[in-house]
């Protein structure tokens, strides 16, 4: 069974800093694509970061290029998403997807 379990969301001021981990279980972790989304309340799911499977280097969305920084330890079967210098409209719940799965997202709230 695939799982994936979202973690490190909170409540954190403009400027602030957030690390999400994506914890999978249930398949071949290094084999696969994994990818972060977000969507906030009243829109649409965004991409925010994908790795493709073999391809080491994570792809971003437009939005978020140069303060979100995204990595993978194939070690843990865990991927990683660091989110700096937080705005506002970052506030959305986070979720982890390995296609047609996702996780149950963790919540990221940022006050300004």
């Known amino acids: 069974e695939v799982q994936l379990v979202e973690s490190g969301g909170g409540l954190v001021q403009a400027g602030g800093s957030l690390r999400l981990s994506c914890t999978a279980s249930?398949?071949?972790?290094?084999?696969?694509?994994i990818g972060w989304f977000r969507q906030a309340p009243g829109k649409e799911r965004e991409g925010v970061s994908c790795?493709?499977?073999?391809?080491?280097?994570?792809y971003y969305g437009d939005s978020v290029k140069g303060r979100f920084t995204a990595y993978r330890d194939n070690a843990k079967n865990t991927v990683y998403l660091q989110i700096d210098t937080l705005k506002p409209e970052d506030t959305a719940r986070y979720y982890c997807?390995?296609?047609?799965?996702w996780g149950q997202g963790t919540q990221v709230t940022v006050s300004s």
């Open positions: 997807n390995k296609s047609p799965y």
């Open positions: 249930g398949f071949t972790f290094a084999d696969y694509a």
């Open positions: 790795f493709m499977s073999g391809d080491p280097d994570p």
